[in-house]
């Protein structure tokens, strides 16, 4: 028997067994493509005799499936009852002799190129090695008699889904640094706004060091009295729209508050002329209730067709506006400290926003708290995430 501390111990040893072997039998949780092992399997197809890959969680790439939707011991578990999670590698080499490994390593690239992971290969030179051995093809066998072959509509099926679901994951990954970063990833639990309770967080938005609390609730309360007035954007008169798009004016309240727009002439001139687009985008958005990545992709589509270089300030304007309790403009005021604060890309976009910033936002202790008792607390809980501005605006 032999240990295999380090994950390229694991795929050394697997390259050697799929290139030396008669046969493979395999029954895996996960699998994924694009990866050095996974090519070198794909060379070795005619030494599969049984491959059981389960996709529970959509973590099995499509990709791989689509890989070997011909092959006729491929077989791909659906629905088991529980979690079907074996890593079990069973190797037959030729006149009586095998090995086989098992432990933490599922067949995906971040098993062998990124997470820590450990096995153990034994052989039929092991004690124990023949019992052990029609056990381990007992278990090869139900894994494949409980997997079935997939159609070409239902693996179309799985990729939609399996597209949906990746946009949830990137949180549970455990990390909250950008995915371009190869170094140094941190916790959440090394963010602190990410841990953040309540209380912290309201104590020091209410600390507002260049406006006043008062003042940001007058506007965001306005906002949302407008929005409850009109069933669309664009049924608001002119001065209305202007204030909401952050460039009217108002006796005693500062519309520029949480994103002056002042400097965005194309955006000021479609708002102007009542773009169509624009109305349509912000009814994408429920004025209530869940705001979910969909809500805010079909608001994207069409914002971006309201006119020429829109951007990421404009839009996420309007939507602190509609929804300051999801959403916080993000500007030139305040996107330095708030990207560092959160570890996310100044380079952030409009495209990537919800992953980078509002999946981070929605998963913050302080934003998942109960609705508070006390008044002004429930006012400020109410518009929370376009509070942010607070912690982050910079004057100069």
């Known amino acids: 028997m032999k240990f295999l501390r380090r994950s390229k111990d694991t795929e050394a040893e697997l390259k050697r067994l799929i290139q030396h072997c008669k046969s493979l039998r395999w029954s895996v949780a996960w699998a994924s493509h694009g ?65 086989c490994i098992t432990g933490s390593p599922n067949f995906t690239h971040s098993a062998f190129h990124a997470n820590t992971e450990h096995a153990c290969l034994f052989s039929n030179k092991d004690v124990g090695a023949e019992s052990n051995h029609r056990e381990i093809l007992l278990a090869l066998d139900e894994a494949m008699v409980s997997g079935k072959t997939l159609s070409d509509k239902e693996l179309a099926a799985y990729r939609s889904i399996w597209k949906r679901q990746q946009k949830r994951l990137g949180p549970l990954s455990g990390s909250y640094s950008p995915p371009e970063k190869k170094k140094g990833k941190r916790s959440p639990l090394d963010v602190p706004l990410f841990v953040e309770d309540w209380d912290d967080y309201f104590n020091s938005v209410k600390e507002d060091q260049e406006h006043t609390t008062a003042g940001r609730l007058v506007v965001l309360e306005k906002a949302r009295k407008l929005f ?169």
């Not at 059981?52 to 790439?61: D, R, V």
């Not at 578990?77 to 090995?99: Q, R, T």
């Open 35 to 99: 990866f050095p092992l996974f090519d070198h399997l794909v060379k070795h197809t005619e030494k599969i005799h049984q491959l059981t890959i389960g996709i529970h969680f959509y973590q099995t790439h499509p990709d791989f499936i689509a890989a070997f939707m011909g092959h006729d011991d491929v077989r791909f578990v659906m629905n088991p009852s529980g979690v079907f999670h074996p890593k079990l590698y069973y190797f037959d080499l030729g006149d009586g002799n095998w090995e």
């Open 228 to 396: 409850s007035e009109h069933l669309h954007f664009g049924d608001m008169v002119d001065e209305n729209r202007k204030r909401i798009a952050g460039f009217g004016s108002e006796p005693d309240v500062d519309w520029g508050w949480f994103g002056s727009m002042r400097g965005h002439g194309l955006f000021m001139q479609a708002v102007n002329q009542n773009s169509s687009d624009i109305s349509d985008a912000l009814d994408q958005i429920p004025l209530t209730g869940l705001v979910s990545q969909e809500h805010f992709d079909e608001y994207v589509s069409r914002f971006q067709k309201s006119f020429d270089k829109s951007g990421i300030a404009t839009a996420t304007r309007l939507l602190a506006m509609k929804r300051p309790d999801y959403f916080v403009c993000l500007d030139s005021k305040n996107r330095d400290k708030l990207c560092e604060a959160f570890d996310i890309p100044k380079s952030v976009d409009l495209d990537d926003y919800w992953e980078k910033v509002i999946q981070r936002i929605t998963d913050s202790n302080w934003w998942n708290a109960p609705e508070p008792k006390d008044d002004l607390e429930k006012r400020v809980w109410k518009c929370r995430a376009a509070f942010l501005d607070v912690r982050f605006y910079d004057p100069k």
